[in-house]
């Protein structure tokens, strides 16, 4: 029993939310709601609710793998400031089945020349509630017989529920004239596709002060385009509309953890590795349209210390590799030109998750 609670408390509240690294739009995914179970007392507990704060800023733009430097230097890179609170409500069904329903609540800043005309750096915003989540998790294993080994698998549904189609105002190249537009896919509250996600979350005992824990979650959007225009208010360029990204995609992500938990007293201190990814392409229907294919590989430190019924929970993951990878049009850009294309994107160095779990 000591080892099933060490490891599921530590589960639930290291699996924070994914959000967008910055121009790689990976949208906010909530807390990946690993159970907290305890054996035969499943009555004990009936409902969970998580509150996770996520905040980052990205600046460094990349092409691939190759950091850009210039663009910090000459002051034309974009700045995202952006803000996640990911509210999730958990219903214990019984020892081995939970339901959970998320709802993000985001707040983005960007400030960049080249939306603005190119002579002065302004800022456009988005606040308001993001894409919710119902998701459906069962034990795989029968929790009350197995204490050092088990996994949690979760399906679940991703409604266009966020505003897909956020404007503001831009200003133009003449002086004095602003036109309202479609903010850029990084800041947009939602990709305005109906998705399904999977999950998989596990743990395995080394000892009762030790564990390693695992966590994969995959959102599969069907829809290939919202038809939300991409010229901030304007009319696409021709080379846009004949490569595709004159309209915003709706792309796929996917994350996985990885790491090592070490309990002292109240407190959990952890440490692992974490991929947050855009693919290029999608596993489902077509991945055609604007977007900003890439990844970000992160170090994870984390701490957690636990009250009788609630828990608070720090992570700092750090980047250690970032790459933005050739997208859709960019790759019909290469074979139109026959000159190799590839775009860039602005990552972050780090974020930060700070939340709270109470169980009742």
């Known amino acids: 029993m000591k080892y099933l609670i060490i490891s599921t408390l530590s589960l639930l509240l290291i699996s924070t939310q994914a959000s967008s690294q910055g121009c790689v739009a990976i949208r906010s995914i909530g807390g990946m709601c690993m159970m907290e179970h305890t054996g035969a007392d499943t009555t004990e507990s009936k409902w ?47 020892k081995r089945w939970s339901l959970a329903f998320n709802m993000p609540i985001l707040y983005n800043e960007r400030s960049s020349l080249y939306e603005h005309g190119g002579k002065e750096r302004h800022t456009t915003k988005s606040f308001g509630m993001g894409d919710v989540r119902f998701t459906a998790y069962a034990w795989i294993l029968d929790p009350a017989s197995h204490h050092r080994f088990n996994a949690q698998a979760g399906l679940g ?3 266009p529920t966020g505003d897909y189609k956020y404007q503001d105002k831009f200003y133009t190249a003449t002086p004095g004239v602003t036109v309202y537009g479609p903010v850029d896919q990084s800041i947009q509250l939602g990709d305005g596709g109906t998705g399904f996600t999977t999950e ?20 599969i959007n069907p829809r290939e385009q919202n038809g939300v225009s ?52 999608d596993l489902v229907g077509g991945s055609n349209g604007f977007r900003r294919p890439g990844y970000v590989v992160s170090v994870e430190p984390g701490v957690t210390y636990a009250f009788k019924k609630m828990s608070l929970y720090a992570y700092v993951p750090v980047a250690v590799k970032r790459d933005r990878t050739q997208s859709v049009p960019d790759m019909i850009k290469t074979d139109i030109t026959g000159t190799y294309a590839q775009g860039d994107a602005a990552f972050a160095d780090y974020s930060v998750s700070i939340g709270m779990n109470i169980r009742f």
């Not at 691939?64 to 219903?91: C, F, K, M, W």
């Not at 070490?262 to 952890?270: E, H, I, K, M, Y």
């Open 48 to 94: 969970m609710f998580n509150a996770n704060n996520r905040y980052f800023k990205s600046f460094r733009h990349f092409v691939g793998t190759q950091e850009q430097p210039q663009r910090i230097a000459n002051g034309t890179e974009v700045i995202n400031h952006s803000y996640a609170l990911d509210l999730t409500l958990t219903r214990i069904l019984n």
């Open 157 to 159: 549904i991703k409604l």
């Open 200 to 219: 998989l979350n596990a743990y395995y005992n080394l000892s009762h002060r030790v564990n390693l824990y695992g966590n994969f979650y995959y959102l």
């Open 230 to 281: 991409t010229a901030r208010g304007g009319t696409p360029s021709p080379t846009a509309v004949a490569y595709g990204s004159d309209v915003m995609s709706v792309p796929d992500q996917y994350m996985y953890r990885l790491g090592a938990n070490f309990q002292v007293n109240r407190f959990t201190l952890s440490g692992g590795i974490r991929k947050e990814c855009v693919p290029a392409k």
